[in-house]
Structures are given as structure tokens and as C-alpha cells.
């Protein structure tokens, strides 16, 4: 389904309106998003293959897993090893499900991640892809310190987030590029001006140096951006 649907004047929600053209949604309004996937797929894969040396119970946790696409990217190539999305949005969880009806090893469970999470087992890696922007900022740095006590040592966080530029002039430099981008795949000034109003106040960025600083401050050592288009970042930190 195509991104049509934020009407005049609402605020985002993750409904069943979002759900079903949320693929269109992210490869439309974000640039370099194919590449940023892959990316965070092969980083997937190599912890996995090295850890599956260790003979251990494997687990990877999408954290905000919306319709299930990271997870889907990889988990039919490990069927040994167990996935977890937690999700908060019934519409979304609704999608997940469908999608991995036919998969044993992936299980979709409702969690709000203001709350803490606990799993049966420490997880090898844990993905949180454009979600915690959607979380109150006073929560953010509790949910990266639950991500960091679930992981095992020298487990992989994969994190992934909008970001607001080092100066204001900047940011305006990037946004105004990134609206351009979006004029360009297909969505018009006004559905992008809805949009932008739409996700006041929802989605809220902080600076990349922000966002390193509360995963340094979770425990993490080694923490490295892996991608970086415009306003949209990836970093990869390991316990």
C-alpha cells in the first residue's frame, strides 16, 4: 500500500493505516534506506555465524519490531536460532504475526519499552531501527541500560535513529535536502507538510553526539557509527 494516508491536522499513530504501507513509508522517506537495511543485515549475520560457534542457545530481540522487516531479513537463514520482536502497536503486532505465521522460530510479543523487558536468555544481538526517537526522552536512557543488561557479553546492539544536526544552520541544510529527497520519490509539498505537523511532538530527535553519550553511559564501550545519510544514523556497540 502507498504512504497516502496522514490526514489534515491528526497526529501519527502506528495504526492499521501506517501498517499496511509502512515498507513504502521508510524506503520513500528515507534516504539511503536500502542500503542502511543491508547493512544492518550483515551485521546480523556476522554475529550470528560467529556466535554459532560457541554451540550456545542463540537469540536476537527486535526492539519496536513494527511489521517485522529486520527480522524477516534474516531469520529464515538461522532457523536454530530464536527471534523476539517486541512491539507496542496492535496493528503492527497484527501485521508481525501474519508475516511469521509459518516461522517456529520468531515469536511477536506487546511490550511497551517504557517498561523493562526480560527474556529467557541473554540475547546476541538486539535491534532497535527508528524507535527509540519515538520514545519520551526521560525514558531513553533506561531502555538503552535494559538493551545492554539483556545482551550476553560481546553482544551486538545495532541502533538506529533520526537525528538533529550539530547547529541549527546545519540541520536546516539537511532537512531542506531531505524534503527535497522526498520530493523526489513521489510525495508531495503538501503531503509532506502534513507529515512534518503530524509528527510533532511523536517523534522527537536529539543530536547523534546525544545518543553516543547515553550509549556510553548504558555501559557500552565500543560504540562506531556504521551510516550516516543526512539527518538518519546508524551505530553498532558491542558489550
Given at each position: 500500500?502507498?504512504?497516502?494516508?496522514?490526514?489534515?491536522?491528526?497526529?501519527?499513530?502506528?495504526?492499521?493505516?501506517?501498517?499496511?504501507?509502512?515498507?513504502?513509508?521508510?524506503?520513500?522517506?528515507?534516504?539511503?534506506?536500502?542500503?542502511?537495511?543491508?547493512?544492518?543485515?550483515?551485521?546480523?549475520?556476522?554475529?550470528?555465524?560467529?556466535?554459532?560457534?560457541?554451540?550456545?542457545?542463540?537469540?536476537?530481540?527486535?526492539?519496536?519490531?513494527?511489521?517485522?522487516?529486520?527480522?524477516?531479513?534474516?531469520?529464515?537463514?538461522?532457523?536454530?536460532?530464536?527471534?523476539?520482536?517486541?512491539?507496542?502497536?496492535?496493528?503492527?503486532?497484527?501485521?508481525?504475526?501474519?508475516?511469521?505465521?509459518?516461522?517456529?522460530?520468531?515469536?511477536?510479543?506487546?511490550?511497551?519499552?517504557?517498561?523493562?523487558?526480560?527474556?529467557?536468555?541473554?540475547a546476541d544481538v538486539i535491534i532497535?531501527?527508528?524507535?527509540?526517537?519515538?520514545?519520551?526522552?526521560?525514558?531513553?536512557?533506561?531502555?538503552?541500560?535494559?538493551?545492554?543488561?539483556?545482551?550476553?557479553?560481546?553482544?551486538?546492539?545495532?541502533?538506529?535513529?533520526?537525528?538533529?544536526?550539530?547547529?541549527?544552520?546545519?540541520?536546516?541544510?539537511?532537512?531542506?535536502?531531505?524534503?527535497?529527497i522526498k520530493l523526489q520519490n513521489?510525495?508531495?509539498?503538501?503531503?509532506?507538510?502534513?507529515?512534518?505537523?503530524?509528527?510533532?511532538?511523536?517523534?522527537?530527535?536529539?543530536?547523534?553526539?546525544?545518543?553516543?553519550?547515553?550509549?556510553?553511559?548504558?555501559?557500552?564501550?565500543?560504540?562506531?557509527?556504521?551510516?550516516?545519510?543526512?539527518?538518519?544514523?546508524?551505530?553498532?556497540a558491542k558489550k
Amino acid at each position: 500500500m502507498k504512504d497516502s494516508n496522514t490526514k489534515h491536522g491528526s497526529k501519527f499513530t502506528f495504526n492499521e493505516n501506517v501498517a499496511g504501507c509502512f515498507s513504502d513509508m521508510l524506503e520513500r522517506s528515507i534516504p539511503s534506506y536500502q542500503l542502511m537495511r543491508e547493512l544492518t543485515t550483515m551485521f546480523i549475520q556476522s554475529q550470528l555465524n560467529e556466535c554459532e560457534e560457541l554451540l550456545q542457545n542463540l537469540l536476537v530481540i527486535d526492539v519496536g519490531t513494527s511489521t517485522g522487516e529486520v527480522i524477516h531479513s534474516v531469520a529464515d537463514q538461522y532457523e536454530t536460532v530464536d527471534f523476539i520482536g517486541l512491539e507496542n502497536s496492535d496493528s503492527m503486532i497484527k501485521e508481525s504475526r501474519e508475516r511469521f505465521k509459518e516461522f517456529k522460530n520468531v515469536k511477536i510479543k506487546k511490550h511497551d519499552l517504557r517498561n523493562k523487558f526480560s527474556v529467557p536468555y541473554k540475547a546476541d544481538v538486539i535491534i532497535s531501527s527508528l524507535t527509540i526517537q519515538f520514545t519520551p526522552i526521560e525514558y531513553r536512557l533506561q531502555i538503552l541500560q535494559n538493551i545492554y543488561d539483556n545482551l550476553e557479553d560481546g553482544g551486538m546492539f545495532i541502533f538506529i535513529e533520526k537525528v538533529i544536526g550539530s547547529s541549527a544552520k546545519l540541520d536546516q541544510e539537511f532537512i531542506d535536502i531531505y524534503y527535497d529527497i522526498k520530493l523526489q520519490n513521489g510525495y508531495s509539498q503538501e503531503e509532506i507538510n502534513r507529515k512534518k505537523f503530524a509528527l510533532e511532538g511523536v517523534l522527537v530527535p536529539v543530536t547523534a553526539k546525544w545518543n553516543e553519550e547515553m550509549l556510553m553511559m548504558s555501559g557500552f564501550k565500543d560504540v562506531d557509527c556504521f551510516w550516516r545519510c543526512l539527518n538518519f544514523c546508524g551505530w553498532v556497540a558491542k558489550k
